[in-house]
C-alpha cells in the first residue's frame, strides 16, 4: 500500500487522496461507483486516463454532475440493474465510501468485477468500525427517527424531507438503500 501523498495530489491524507494515489496512470478508462458530482473523478483528468465515467444512482447529484463537468461521462443508474458496461472495459475503479450503503454488496462487487479488466485495479474505501461506531450521524435517521424528522425539517423543510426520506423516486432513504436499515461499519474481519 501506498503511504506518502505525491506533491501532485490534490488531497491530503484522506480517502480521496489515498484513492487517488492509487489510480495507476495513463489508462483507457476509469469508472468511479457512486460518483456524486464528479469532482473525484474530475480530479483524475491530470493522470493521463482516455475515459473517465461515473456512476450514481441519485439523479440529482448525476444532473449537478453534468452541468459542473460536461466532459465526463456521468451516468444515473437504478440499484437493482447491471451496469451499462462492457465486461473488463475498466482498468482502474473506485468505490469510494459507497458499499455501506448498498444492500446487495456481493452482488456489487461481482458486477464491478465484471466491468474490471483482469489484473485491473478496484479501490474500494469503507468507514472502520470503532468503539463510538453507534454514535454514526448518517444512523439517527434510523436509531431516532422521530427526532431526525423534526430536526430535518426545521433544517431544511418538511418538503424536502419528505422528497428524501419518504417518496424518494432513487430508491434511497437520503443516502442509504431503502432495503437497508443502517449505515454499515467494517471490522477488519469483515473485509
Known amino acids: 500500500m501506498k503511504t506518502e501523498i505525491s506533491p501532485e495530489n490534490p488531497y491530503s491524507y484522506n480517502r480521496y487522496g489515498f484513492a487517488w494515489q492509487c489510480v495507476p496512470e ?27 465515467f461515473g456512476v ?7 444532473c449537478k454532475a453534468h452541468h459542473q463537468f460536461p466532459e465526463l461521462e456521468i451516468i444515473h443508474i437504478s440499484e437493482t440493474v447491471p451496469l451499462p458496461f462492457e465486461d473488463g472495459l475498466f482498468t482502474s475503479i473506485t468505490i469510494l465510501d459507497v458499499i455501506e450503503h448498498v444492500y446487495e454488496q456481493g452482488a456489487l462487487l461481482d ?3 465484471r466491468v474490471l479488466k483482469d489484473n485491473g485495479t478496484l479501490i474500494v474505501t469503507v468507514p472502520g468500525q470503532h468503539l463510538f461506531s453507534f454514535l ?16 430535518y425539517c426545521r433544517k431544511h423543510s418538511r418538503e424536502e424531507y419528505e422528497c428524501r426520506y419518504v417518496s424518494n ?23
Do not use: M, Q, T
Not at 136 to 151: E, V
Open 136 to 151: 454514526d450521524i448518517g444512523n439517527l435517521k434510523f436509531r431516532f427517527p422521530r427526532l431526525h424528522r423534526w430536526y
Open 26 to 52: 495513463g489508462g483507457a478508462a476509469h469508472l468511479d461507483f457512486g460518483c456524486y458530482d464528479g469532482a473525484f473523478l474530475r480530479s483524475l483528468k491530470e493522470k493521463g486516463i482516455a475515459r473517465l
Open 169 to 191: 423516486p432513487d430508491g434511497l432513504v437520503g443516502d442509504i438503500s431503502a432495503k437497508k436499515h443502517w449505515h454499515e461499519h467494517f471490522s477488519r474481519a469483515k473485509l
Open 111 to 113: 458486477e464491478l468485477n
Open 56 to 62: 450514481d444512482i441519485s439523479h440529482e447529484a448525476v
